[in-house]
């Protein structure tokens, strides 16, 4: 593929590998524009449900228009070969990105409500993903997340069709909610406020709960079914732990009802009263004040009339930064 021309797009590189597909780089080299190109292994094209469920991958994705979901543009075929143009994002892993920068606590939670509103937007279109784990969530350079790879996502309908065969197991093992080691038929949003509940923990404790690496892969399906998720060792991780505990919970109608929920507790006041009194570490790096105005805004997005609108205008983004600033200045001059 390396070297091959693709609308106008020439192949540079390989951006990563999957079990189903490699995703290379093209860039257009009159206006240096860049693309992902997802290309299905020439091994599967003869099986026609892994065919159908890399068109709908990209059917399902070229319908979801969210800031924090990797945009998918088009499902093409070059020389008979399936393939699914992307957006092509300059970042790396949730994990990686808060390892690299040395995030503390406030900064996590930022990054990680905004993942929580593009999943509340999926939902809402009653899109469930399945398939959740830190390298399905790329970070680009702003700090903001891209949510990759619907794979293996399915419709939430009264009816159960999905798009991959029901009671089937998929996704990763580690992130599986109880209910996919199951093979629970007609599973809905709740199996995604689960994976959420372990993302949240391995990206503020820097651990997996479930670690396929290190335990037996025949023991983990019963740990994901009967052990709970350790606490974070703290003061500053009180409230969180309360949190993760419920996301987590054993049975989905004990989760959150909603992403929008989940963000909710993560806005409560007492999580903020956990920071401040937490170490020096753990502090915001900049004014409590202005990281506050940030998130209040977001929590008006988050209880308006709209379904699960989750995400800012133009508007309140610029309200937001002009907010910032001014408390600030007011902070700086203070000093």
């Keep these: 593929m390396i070297g091959k021309e693709i609308l106008g797009y020439t192949i540079e590189s390989v951006l990563g590998e999957g079990g189903m597909a490699t995703v290379y780089k093209g860039v257009n080299q009159q ?12 091994k599967l094209t003869s099986s026609e449900s892994l ?16 800031p924090y979901i990797a945009k998918v543009f088009n499902f093409i075929k070059d020389e008979n070969v399936p393939m699914i143009l992307m957006e092509n994002i300059d ?12 995030c503390n606590l406030s900064e996590k939670i930022e990054v990680f409500i905004k993942v929580l509103n593009a999943f509340g937007y999926a939902h809402s279109l009653k899109v469930v993903h399945r398939d959740i784990k830190p390298s399905n969530i790329i970070v680009d350079k702003w700090g903001n997340p891209k949510v990759l790879d619907f794979g293996i996502a399915r419709i939430d309908t009264q009816e159960g069709v999905g798009l991959t065969r029901t009671g089937a197991h998929m996704g990763s093992l580690p992130y599986m909610s ?19 509940g372990l993302l949240l923990y391995e990206l503020i404790s820097e651990k997996p709960v479930f670690d396929s690496e290190t335990e037996n892969s ?17 003061a500053a991780y009180a409230r969180i732990n309360q949190i993760i505990k419920k996301a987590t ?27 401040e009194g937490s170490n020096k570490n753990d502090e915001p790096k900049f004014p409590k004040s202005v990281y ?5 805004v977001t929590k008006e997005d988050a209880v308006n009339n709209d379904p699960d609108p989750e995400y800012f205008s133009r508007s309140e983004f610029k309200a937001a930064i002009i907010i910032g600033c001014v408390v ?3 902070f700086l001059m203070s000093q």
């Design 91 to 102: 970042g790396c892993s949730i994990a990686q990105y808060f390892k690299d920068r040395k």
């Design 328 to 330: 600030l200045l007011l």
């Design 31 to 42: 206006t240096n524009h860049s693309l992902a190109f997802k290309v299905l292994d020439n």
């Design 178 to 196: 109880p209910e996919q080691i199951k093979g629970i038929k007609n599973i809905d949003k709740k199996t995604d406020i689960y994976s959420l």
């Design 218 to 234: 025949y023991l983990l399906p019963t740990k994901i079914m009967n052990d709970a998720v350790p606490k974070i060792e703290g």
């Design 292 to 296: 506050q105005a940030y998130l209040e």
């Design 51 to 66: 065919m159908t469920r890399f068109r709908n991958e990209a059917t399902l994705g070229i319908n979801l228009d969210h």
């Design 249 to 275: 919970n054993k049975s989905p109608e004990d989760r959150y009802s909603s992403c929008k929920a989940f963000k909710s507790a993560l806005l409560d006041n007492e999580v903020f009263k956990d920071i």
